[in-house]
C-alpha cells in the first residue's frame, strides 16, 4: 500500500480570536488528505481503518502521540480526507518540537507507510506571534494577567533566565522523580554528597549496611548478621518464621546442583538430575527423584533410588533403596539392603536384610542377614549364619553354616530346604535335611527328608531316619526303638518301662519253627490274640504253600485262607489270630522257609 499526501494543514490557522470570545477554545486538530495506491500504483476504493501517529522524527524517534486505535476512512479513487486528532485530541506540548512527523498505518499492514509525512507551518499557528487575548503564549513584551496562567509543555529552559525559580517558587510535592534527570546515575545507584559535590554513587548507608554491586547484593563487613522475623540474629541469617523456595535449593559449600528443582545441603554433594535430593558430604543424587539422607561418599543413580545414609554406597537400581551401612551395592530394580557391609542385591527384586558380605543374586533372592551368605537360585532364601548357599530355585537355608566354607550348609536342588547344622548338603528337588551334621540327600533322592548324622540318601521318596536313638513319646512315658537290628529269627520285644529291644521266640513268649516241604501240616490254637509270620521262599514251580485259620472245631467252612499263590521266589505273609482260634501251615511242592508265631501270652 502506497501513500501520497495531498495536503496538510491545521484547522486553527490564525487561532485569533476575538475579544467577546476570548475564552473560546480551540479545535486541536489537523486536516489531512492523502491519496493511497496498490502495490502497482493504482488508486483504491473502500472503507478503510487507519492509525495516525506523531513523531519527533522522521525515522525511530519518540512516539509523541496516536489515534484512538484504527479510525474508518472512506477512500474514493484512492483519495480520503481525514481530521486527525477527532477521536483524541492533539496534546499543546506538541507545539514545542521544532519538526514533527505522522506516521500512517492501514488495518491489517505489519509496518507504517514509508515514508513518515512532515508537518510544517500550519500547526504552528497555536502560537500567535499577537493577541488581544492568548490561551497560550511563548512571549510578549508586555502582558497583564488577570487569572491564573496555565501553560503545560510551551516554556522551555531557554526561556527561564538562570536561578530565576527558587526553591520558594516550587510548590511542595509537585516535582516526581520523572522530572529528574538521570544525572550519570548507574543501576542501583543513589545520590550523595561527597566532597560538596552531589555524585551519583553505591547506596551504602554507614559503616555496617548493604552493598549493591549491581547484580550483587551483599553486607559490607563480614561480621553482620542477617535477622528476618528477630532483631537479634544469633547466625549470618536467622529467620524467625516460615520459609517459601520456588526452584532449586543450595545450602552448605563446594557443591554441584543442576537438576530442576533439587535441593543440595552438606558438603561437597551433588545433584544432577530433576526433584533429586541429597545431604551430608561428598553424596551424588545423579537419578531422577532420586535421595541420598547423609553419610558420605554415598551415590543414588537410579530413578527414585534411595541411599539413607553411611559411606560408599550405591544404589543404582531403579527404585532401589539402602537404608545404611557401609561398602554395600543394590544394582537390581527394587532391590533393598537394610545396612551392614559389602552386601549385594544384584539382581530385580531381590533383598539382602543386613550382615557381612552376603549377596542376593537371582529374580526375588532373599538373605536377610549372617556373614557370606548367598542366595543364588531365583526366590532363593538363606535367613542367617555364615557361609550358607541357597542355590536352587525357592530353596531354602535356615542358618547354621560353618567359619569354614568347606563346611557350609547348601540347597542345591528347586525346592530344597536345610534347616541348619553344618556340612549339610541337598542336592535332590522338593527334599529336606532338618540340620545335623555332613548329612547328603542326593540329586537321585527327590522328594525325600533325612534326619540324621553324616548319613547319605539317595532313594527317591524316602523318609530315612538314621540316629542312634529314636525315641516316640516322651522321656517318661515313651519308648525308644534299637538303635541297631536284631539277628535273623528275632522279634522286637519290650521290657515294659520304654525300652525296645531284639529277642528271641522263646523269651518273647512266641513260638517258633522251621519248616521244609510242609507235606506235614501243624495246628495251634491261639490262647489270646496274636499274629503269625511266614516266610517262604520257592525251590521248584509246581509248589504250593497256605496258613489257614478257623475258629473251633476243624471246619473247612469257617476256614479264613492266607494262600501263597505259585510263581513266588520268596514271600511273607503276616496275620492276625484271635483267641481260641485254630490255625495250621499246610502246603506241598518244593518250598522251603520258616514260620515266626507271635502269640503274647503263648499258646496251647
Not at 548367598?374 to 567359619?403: D, E, F, H, I, Q
Amino acid at each position: 500500500m502506497r501513500l501520497t499526501a495531498l495536503l496538510t494543514t491545521f484547522v486553527a490557522v490564525t487561532l485569533i480570536l476575538a475579544a467577546a470570545s476570548a475564552m473560546g477554545g480551540v479545535p486541536q486538530m489537523i486536516s489531512y488528505q492523502g491519496r493511497l495506491t496498490d502495490d502497482q500504483g493504482g488508486p483504491v476504493s473502500g472503507m478503510y481503518s487507519i492509525k495516525f501517529r506523531v513523531y519527533d522524527s522522521s525515522a525511530g524517534g519518540s512516539e509523541l502521540w496516536s489515534s484512538d486505535g484504527y479510525v474508518g476512512a472512506p477512500v474514493e479513487n484512492g483519495l480520503f480526507h481525514h481530521y486527525i486528532g477527532e477521536s483524541r485530541p492533539l496534546p499543546d506540548s506538541l507545539s514545542k518540537y521544532d519538526s514533527l512527523w505522522l506516521g500512517i498505518q492501514i488495518y491489517n499492514e505489519p509496518e507504517e507507510i514509508d515514508p513518515r509525512t512532515r508537518l510544517v507551518s500550519a500547526p504552528y499557528a497555536l502560537m500567535a506571534g499577537n493577541a488581544n487575548h492568548a490561551v497560550n503564549s511563548d512571549t510578549a513584551a508586555v502582558a497583564t494577567i488577570s487569572q491564573d496562567l496555565t501553560c503545560t509543555g510551551c516554556i522551555s529552559s531557554s526561556h527561564i533566565a538562570a536561578d530565576a525559580i527558587t526553591s520558594d517558587l516550587i510548590d511542595d510535592g509537585t516535582i516526581s522523580f520523572s522530572d529528574i534527570n538521570q544525572n550519570g546515575a548507574g543501576e542501583g545507584e543513589v545520590m550523595k554528597l561527597i566532597g560538596g559535590n552531589w555524585i551519583a554513587a553505591a547506596d551504602e548507608i554507614g559503616s555496617d549496611a548493604w552493598i549493591d554491586d549491581g547484580t550483587i547484593v551483599r553486607l559490607l563487613s563480614d561480621t553482620d548478621s542477617v535477622g528476618i522475623g528477630t532483631s537479634t540474629p544469633t547466625e549470618k541469617l536467622d529467620v524467625d518464621g516460615n520459609i517459601i523456595i520456588t526452584g532449586k535449593a543450595t545450602i552448605g559449600s563446594s557443591h554441584t546442583n543442576t537438576g530442576l528443582y533439587a535441593f543440595v545441603a552438606g558438603e561437597g554433594n551433588e545433584a544432577s538430575d530433576e526433584h533429586a535430593t541429597v545431604s551430608g558430604r561428598q553424596n551424588t543424587a545423579s537419578g531422577r527423584r532420586s535421595v541420598v539422607s547423609g553419610g558420605g561418599f554415598n551415590t543414588a543413580s537410579g530413578w527414585e533410588s534411595v541411599v539413607g545414609g553411611g559411606g560408599v554406597n550405591s544404589a543404582s537400581g531403579d527404585s532401589s533403596v539402602i537404608g545404611g551401612g557401609q561398602f554395600n551395592v543394590a544394582s537390581g530394580m527394587s532391590s533393598t539392603i537394610g545396612g551392614g557391609r559389602l552386601n549385594s542385591a544384584s539382581n530385580d527384586w531381590t533383598v539382602v536384610g543386613g550382615g557381612l558380605a552376603n549377596s542376593a543374586s537371582q529374580l526375588a533372592s532373599t538373605v536377610s542377614g549372617g556373614y557370606d551368605n548367598a542366595a543364588s537360585g531365583a526366590s532363593a532364601t538363606v535367613s542367617g549364619g555364615r557361609y550358607n548357599k541357597a542355590r536352587g530355585a525357592y530353596s531354602t537355608v535356615a542358618g547354621g553354616g560353618s567359619p569354614n566354607v568347606a563346611d557350609s550348609n547348601s540347597a542345591r536342588g528347586d525346592y530344597s530346604a536345610v534347616g541348619g547344622g553344618t556340612r549339610n548338603l541337598v542336592d535332590g528337588d522338593y527334599s529336606s535335611i532338618l540340620g545335623g551334621y555332613a548329612n547328603t540327600i542326593s540329586s537321585t533322592a527327590d522328594y525325600s527328608y533325612l534326619f540324621g548324622i553324616a548319613s547319605n540318601l539317595t532313594e527317591d521318596s524316602t523318609f530315612m531316619v538314621d540316629m542312634p536313638h529314636i525315641r516316640f513319646g516322651d522321656e517318661s512315658n515313651g519308648y525308644e526303638l534299637p538303635a541297631s537290628d536284631g539277628e535273623s529269627g528275632q522279634v522286637m520285644s519290650t521290657d515294659g518301662s520304654g525300652q525296645l529291644s531284639w529277642a528271641d521266640v522263646s523269651a518273647s513268649g512266641a513260638s517258633f519253627g522251621e519248616l521244609q516241604y510242609l507235606s506235614i501240616e501243624k495246628e495251634y490254637q491261639a490262647a489270646t490274640d496274636g499274629f503269625v509270620l511266614a516266610n517262604v521262599w520257592r525251590i521248584d514251580g509246581s509248589a504250593t504253600l497256605g496258613v489257614q485259620g478257623y475258629v473251633g472245631p476243624s471246619s473247612p467252612s469257617s476256614r479264613r485262607a492266607y494262600a501263597l499263590g505259585d510263581n513266588l521266589v520268596a514271600e511273607s505273609i503276616f496275620f492276625p489270630v484271635k483267641q481260641d482260634e485254630h490255625w495250621r501251615v499246610y502246603g506241598t511242592g518244593g518250598y522251603q522257609g520258616s514260620l515266626v508265631i507271635w502269640l503274647p501270652m503263648g499258646s496251647r
